[in-house]
């Protein structure tokens, strides 16, 4: 029992961490906006009379969210003036926050219409522009201010906060706004978006940036460029030559006809080659061809050294190429590939399988009210029980294992979904759909803390808004892609055999995480060992 009882306060000790905390206010400021901008704002719109076309347009302003890596740099390398006092973190967490509290007063304020949709579609880009610049500044103040034994608690705590958040600005604001209105909704939303704000002044810059050069080494930057500049000349050259020809041979020119069987092959295929390049249209594409590969010569050689275009470069470099290259150095060649692909293919069977959910719960039967209490109120908890868990595991057994129980336990519920759907009766028993949820939903919070605490463990603190923004779009949009074409896969091969693919496109993260966990610095990430004695 004293046993029991020391690992149960080991457990709870990292919660105790000051920056653990904080990140539970940082979450529910970062979950706020996002359903705002989207999932509310498309309900919002729909009852204003506006179309479905209008309203499916709308989502293009959560590419905000998906692209944030492009302005990420600008997070970790410009100091703010009069802000920046605050330190580089604050600063950036600051302004974003005051820019989704004045986008939501905005939205509050604007009377929705076929002559404001426009006026109502850029306030919502903003907000979300200022949101996703508020995740990237967040993401790096959480990888600063604790140590990596942290990481998993800090990504519990963060979590935690953004699905309260995320449930208040869904469920809460549809339920204000059928009382007092949409603009009394986007008006309270906005006041709770102002625990943002008094958190950024209450806690302290981390320690990690404090002690950090914002500007890069000049000597280190010029020696990078000096090793990209042939290597980028030969890529350079070759993409614009491949797309050449790609160009030519779309070109619609008859191939020649073979009269004998005598005729070779290498005959033939020269003077297909040579009806191209007889073509008006292949002469010009040719020509457009040659003239832009001597400009990208003269540009890579000649007018890059020029004053101007030298101090860009010198800025992209210390942006974004020093960021990539720390990656691959820290880990190393052999290490770094299979990570990077992990990164890829973790989330491939959650999210080809997430987006499906709701219209399966439909298809089978389950009427609105079951899917209401069991996916939306009882799913929500079962997740935050699944993300406090996973903050014991990580610091238990680590965050690659962590991820790998996590995926058994998705695939798991994944052949269950496709067991439900071959059963007779319509709908199933409620008790077969509590079941499905309540494993995916705990394997699900365990996913996304395990994965957010190995990704942020791969960054390094001195380009952590950078590297974590990279990592981030590298998995999200692989994987949305990917989930895109759930409908016609469905209409195809049916609802069982769609949940087998889903749990066997998880195949490739297994043997990843299985090859990477012979690491032993992988294998050890968030790991920490629970005392043995009182």
Same mark, same amino acid.
């Given at each position: 029992?004293?046993?029991?009882?020391?690992?149960?306060?080991?457990?709870?000790?990292?919660?105790?961490?000051?920056?653990?905390?904080h990140m539970l $206010?940082?979450?529910?400021?970062?979950?706020?906006?996002?359903?705002?901008?989207?999932?509310?704002?498309s309900i919002r719109?729909?009852?204003?009379?506006?179309?479905?076309?209008?309203?499916?347009?709308?989502?293009?302003?959560?590419?905000?969210?998906?692209?944030?890596?492009?302005?990420?740099?600008?997070?970790?390398?410009?100091?703010? +003036?009069?802000?920046?006092?605050? =330190?580089?973190?604050?600063?950036?967490?600051?302004?974003?926050?005051?820019?989704?509290?004045?986008?939501?007063?905005?939205?509050?304020?604007?009377?929705?219409?076929?002559?404001? &949709?426009?006026?109502?579609?850029?306030?919502?880009?903003? %907000?979300?522009?200022?949101?996703?610049?508020?995740?990237?500044?967040?993401? !790096?103040?959480?990888?600063?201010?604790?140590?990596?034994?942290?990481?998993? !608690?800090?990504?519990?705590?963060?979590?935690?906060?953004?699905?309260?958040?995320?449930?208040?600005?869904?469920?809460?604001?549809?339920?204000?706004?059928?009382?007092?209105?949409?603009?009394?909704?986007?008006?309270?939303?906005?006041?709770?978006?102002?625990?943002?704000?008094?958190?950024?002044?209450? #806690?302290?810059?981390?320690?990690?940036?404090?002690?950090?050069?914002? %500007?890069? /080494?000049?000597?280190?930057?010029?020696?990078?460029?000096?090793?990209?500049?042939?290597?980028?000349?030969?890529?350079?050259?070759?993409?614009?030559?491949?797309?050449?020809?790609?160009?030519?041979?779309?070109?619609?020119?008859?191939?020649?006809?073979?009269?004998?069987?005598?005729?070779?092959?290498?005959?033939?295929?020269?003077?297909?080659? @040579?009806?191209?390049?007889?073509s008006s249209s !292949?002469?010009?594409?040719?020509?457009?061809?040659?003239?832009?590969?001597?400009?990208?010569?003269? $540009?890579?050689?000649?007018?890059?050294?020029?004053?101007?275009?030298?101090?860009?470069?010198?800025?992209?470099?210390?942006?974004?190429?020093?960021?990539?290259?720390? &990656?691959?150095?820290?880990? @190393?060649?052999?290490?770094?590939?299979?990570?990077?692909?992990? #990164?890829?293919?973790?989330?491939?069977?959650?999210?080809?399988?997430? &987006?499906?959910?709701?219209?399966?719960?439909?298809?089978?039967?389950?009427?609105?009210?079951?899917?209401?209490?069991?996916?939306?109120?009882?799913?929500?908890?079962? %997740?935050?029980?699944?993300?406090?868990?996973?903050?014991?595991? &990580?610091?238990?057994?680590?965050?690659?294992?962590?991820?790998?129980?996590?995926? #058994?336990?998705?695939?798991?519920?994944?052949?269950?979904?496709?067991?439900?759907?071959?059963? +007779?009766?319509?709908?199933?028993?409620?008790?077969?759909?509590?079941? =499905?949820?309540?494993?995916?939903?705990?394997?699900?919070?365990?996913? /996304?803390?395990?994965?957010?605490?190995?990704?942020?463990?791969?960054?390094?603190? /001195?380009?952590?808004?950078?590297?974590?923004?990279?990592?981030?779009?590298?998995?999200?949009?692989?994987?949305?892609?990917?989930?895109?074409?759930? =409908?016609?896969?469905? /209409?195809?091969?049916?609802?069982?055999?769609?949940?087998?693919?889903?749990?066997?496109?998880?195949?490739?993260?297994?043997?990843?995480?299985?090859?990477?966990?012979?690491?032993?610095?992988?294998?050890?990430?968030?790991?920490?060992?629970?005392?043995?004695?009182?």
């Amino acid at each position: 029992m004293t046993r029991f009882i020391n690992w149960l306060r080991w457990c709870l000790s990292s919660y105790a961490h000051p920056a653990v905390r904080h990140m539970l $206010f940082f979450g529910f400021a970062s979950g706020l906006p996002f359903p705002l901008v989207m999932g509310t704002l498309s309900i919002r719109l729909r009852l204003a009379g506006i179309d479905r076309t209008t309203i499916g347009m709308y989502s293009l302003v959560m590419l905000a969210y998906a692209l944030k890596f492009l302005w990420s740099p600008l997070v970790d390398r410009v100091r703010l +003036p009069g802000l920046g006092r605050l =330190g580089q973190r604050r600063s950036w967490i600051l302004l974003a926050q005051t820019g989704v509290v004045a986008g939501l007063l905005a939205m509050a304020l604007t009377p929705l219409g076929t002559q404001r &949709v426009v006026t109502m579609a850029l306030l919502a880009l903003f %907000t979300a522009f200022c949101g996703s610049t508020q995740d990237v500044a967040i993401d !790096a103040y959480r990888i600063e201010s604790t140590d990596r034994e942290f990481q998993a !608690a800090t990504v519990s705590s963060y979590l935690t906060g953004w699905y309260i958040a995320f449930f208040l600005g869904g469920a809460g604001s549809l339920l204000l706004s059928s009382g007092y209105g949409w603009v009394c909704a986007y008006l309270v939303m906005s006041a709770f978006m102002l625990v943002g704000p008094v958190t950024c002044f209450l #806690v302290p810059e981390p320690v990690a940036i404090r002690e950090r050069h914002v %500007t890069a /080494d000049p000597t280190l930057v010029r020696e990078t460029i000096a090793r990209m500049r042939v290597l980028s000349l030969m890529l350079t050259l070759l993409a614009t030559l491949v797309i050449g020809v790609a160009l030519l041979l779309a070109l619609p020119v008859h191939a020649p006809s073979v009269n004998s069987v005598s005729v070779s092959l290498d005959h033939h295929l020269l003077a297909y080659i @040579g009806n191209h390049l007889h073509s008006s249209s !292949a002469r010009v594409i040719a020509l457009s061809v040659g003239a832009i590969l001597l400009f990208e010569l003269a $540009f890579l050689l000649l007018l890059l050294p020029l004053p101007p275009l030298r101090f860009l470069l010198e800025k992209l470099t210390a942006s974004v190429v020093l960021p990539l290259n720390d &990656v691959l150095r820290r880990l @190393g060649w052999r290490t770094a590939l299979p990570v990077l692909a992990l #990164v890829v293919a973790y989330r491939f069977n959650y999210t080809t399988m997430g &987006v499906s959910a709701n219209v399966f719960y439909v298809d089978m039967g389950y009427t609105r009210d079951q899917i209401a209490l069991l996916s939306k109120s009882f799913g929500v908890g079962i %997740t935050m029980a699944g993300i406090l868990a996973a903050g014991f595991l &990580v610091r238990r057994i680590g965050a690659l294992r962590s991820m790998l129980l996590a995926l #058994v336990m998705i695939s798991a519920a994944n052949l269950l979904y496709a067991a439900i759907a071959t059963l +007779p009766a319509h709908p199933p028993s409620q008790w077969w759909l509590a079941a =499905g949820i309540s494993l995916d939903n705990v394997a699900n919070g365990i996913a /996304d803390v395990s994965f957010i605490a190995w990704m942020s463990s791969l960054t390094s603190k /001195d380009y952590t808004a950078t590297q974590y923004a990279l990592l981030g779009t590298l998995w999200s949009l692989p994987s949305k892609s990917l989930a895109s074409q759930w =409908g016609r896969i469905v /209409d195809a091969v049916g609802y069982p055999i769609f949940y087998v693919y889903t749990a066997v496109i998880a195949l490739p993260a297994f043997v990843l995480i299985l090859w990477l966990l012979r690491h032993r610095g992988m294998r050890s990430i968030g790991r920490e060992e629970a005392p043995s004695r009182a």
